[in-house]
C-alpha cells in the first residue's frame, strides 16, 4: 500500500519550523551582539581622538576595550556553537522526512522503522509539552530521537510557566526582552499585561507612588495603541481594593496569575511555531476518525472483561476503553466499500477464509473457526461456537454470501 508524502509531512513540519526559528533567533541574537558591541568601540575609539584626555585614562579605556572584545569572542563562540546544533537538528529532521521518499510501501519494514521513530517522537514531544521531562527524557536515551525533540526548548517554557504560577514576572520579561521584533510582529499583548500586573502588585501593597513611577516608566510605549486599557488600569490608583466593580476587580483578583499563564502559553507556542493542540492528539483523532463506524459503542457487555465479546470489541480501537472517551466526538469514517472482518482474529475475510454461519447465526472465517476448535480440542465432526460455547455438527455449518 502506498501514502502520500504531503499527508506525512504534515506532522513533520512543525518540527522542522521550530528548529529553523530556533536558528534564525540565534543569528539574531549574534547580529545584534555584534552591532552593540561595535558601536560601542568605534564611540569609544571616537572619543579617544580627543587631546584633551590624559594618556593614562586612553590607555585605562584601550585595555577595557580589549577585555570586551575577549568577552565577544568567547559570546560569539558559544553562539557559533548553539548555531551549528540547530543547524544539525534542522538537517536531522529534513533528513528524516526525506527518508520517506525511498520508501514505496507501507508494509515494508523500513516504513515500520520510520513510522516507530516517528510515533516515539510525538509521544516525546507530547510528554514535553506537559511537563513530564524526565520521562521524555528516557524515552529519547540511547537514540538519534534527542536530536528530534526540543527538550531545552520546552524546559525552559516550564520554567517560565512555574515561575509565573509563583507569581514571579522576571523570567516571562525576560524571555518577552529576548523575543521583542516577534512578539511586536504577532501584535502580542504579553509584555503589556505583564507590566500591569507588576503595576497592580504596587497598587495592591499600597505603593501608590511607587506605581505611578512605574506607570510612567514602562506604559509610554502601549499609550498610542493600548490607550482605553491603561487609564482603566489607571483608574486602580483611586478604587478600593476591596471593590465589587467587575471591570476593575479582575484586575485586582488572583485568577488574573492563571489568565497570564495561559496568556504566555498561547504566545509561546505562536512565537515557537507549536500546535495548541498536541500532533500526538491530531495523529491518534484521525487514526480513530478513519476507523470510526456507527457500530461503534454499541455493546452491551464491554464491562465483562471475561466475555469473549468484550474481547472482540477490545479489538476495535475506538472501542477501547482507553481511546473511546477521545473518539466520541470525532465524525464517522467516510467507507464506500464494506470490509467484513473476522469477529475471531480481526482478519479480512475473503475467499480464502471465507464467512461461515453457524445455526445460532453467529458468523466466522472458516479457518479461523477450524484452527480455533482445534486448539480447544473439539470433539470430531463437531464444532464448538468460541462465544457461547456450545458444539454442532459440522454438517449444520452453512455458507454466508455478502451481496
Ligand atoms: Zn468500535
Known amino acids: 500500500m502506498s501514502f502520500s508524502l504531503e499527508q506525512q509531512f504534515m506532522l513533520e513540519k512543525p518540527g522542522i519550523l521550530l528548529s529553523f526559528e530556533q536558528l534564525r533567533l540565534n543569528f539574531k541574537l549574534e547580529l545584534r551582539q555584534l552591532e552593540h558591541e561595535s558601536h560601542a568601540m568605534s564611540s569609544t575609539l571616537t572619543a579617544l581622538l580627543q587631546e584633551s584626555i590624559p594618556i593614562e585614562s586612553k590607555v585605562q579605556e584601550i585595555d577595557s576595550l580589549v577585555s570586551r572584545n575577549r568577552n565577544l569572542k568567547k559570546k560569539m563562540v558559544q553562539l557559533r556553537e548553539a548555531e551549528e546544533m540547530h543547524i544539525q537538528r534542522t538537517r536531522l529532521r529534513l533528513q528524516f522526512i526525506n527518508t520517506l521518499s525511498q520508501i514505496e510501501d507501507l508494509d515494508s ?12 517522537r510525538l509521544i516525546a514531544d507530547y510528554m514535553l509539552a506537559n511537563g513530564y521531562h524526565d520521562s521524555a527524557i528516557k524515552l529519547c536515551k540511547n537514540s538519534d530521537l534527542f536530536e528530534m525533540v526540543d527538550i531545552d526548548i520546552y524546559k525552559r517554557y516550564q520554567q517560565i510557566l512555574d515561575s509565573i504560577l509563583r507569581r514571579e514576572l522576571k523570567e516571562v520579561l525576560a524571555w518577552c526582552a529576548e523575543h521583542r521584533s516577534i512578539l511586536k510582529k504577532i501584535s502580542s499583548t504579553l509584555e503589556l499585561e505583564i507590566r500591569i500586573q507588576r503595576f497592580v ?23 498610542k495603541t493600548h490607550a482605553g486599557r491603561l487609564q482603566q488600569v489607571a483608574a486602580l490608583l483611586a478604587i478600593p481594593y476591596s471593590t465589587k466593580i467587575s471591570r476593575y476587580n479582575e484586575y485586582l483578583s488572583d485568577q488574573r496569575w492563571d489568565f497570564l ?22 495523529a491518534i483523532a484521525a487514526g480513530l476518525s478513519s476507523l470510526k463506524t456507527p457500530s461503534c459503542y454499541n455493546y452491551e457487555d464491554a464491562h465483562n472483561s471475561h466475555s469473549f465479546q468484550s474481547s472482540a470489541i477490545r479489538q476495535c480501537p475506538v472501542c477501547t476503553p482507553n481511546l473511546s472517551v477521545l473518539a466520541q466526538s470525532l465524525p464517522y469514517a467516510h467507507v464506500t466499500q464494506s470490509v467484513i472482518v473476522d469477529s475471531l482474529t480481526g482478519a479480512r475475510l475473503d475467499s480464502d477464509n471465507r464467512p461461515v454461519a453457524l445455526p445460532n447465526g453467529h458468523v466466522y472465517g472458516i479457518k479461523s473457526l477450524i484452527a480455533w476448535n482445534e486448539v480447544n480440542g473439539t470433539q470430531e465432526g463437531y464444532l464448538k461456537d468460541p462465544f457461547s460455547g456450545k458444539d454442532y455438527p459440522s454438517e449444520l455449518l452453512r455458507k454466508v454470501y455478502v451481496v
Open 261 to 282: 499563564a495561559s496568556l504566555f502559553s498561547k504566545t509561546f507556542s505562536q512565537v515557537n511555531c507549536l500546535s495548541s493542540v498536541s500532533i500526538l492528539h491530531i
Open 201 to 223: 502588585e504596587l497598587v495592591k501593597s499600597n505603593k501608590k507612588v511607587q506605581a505611578i513611577n512605574f506607570a510612567k516608566t514602562y506604559f509610554g510605549n502601549w499609550t
Open 109 to 120: 519494514p523500513e516504513y515500520l522503522d520510520w513510522s516507530r521513530t516517528r510515533l516515539n
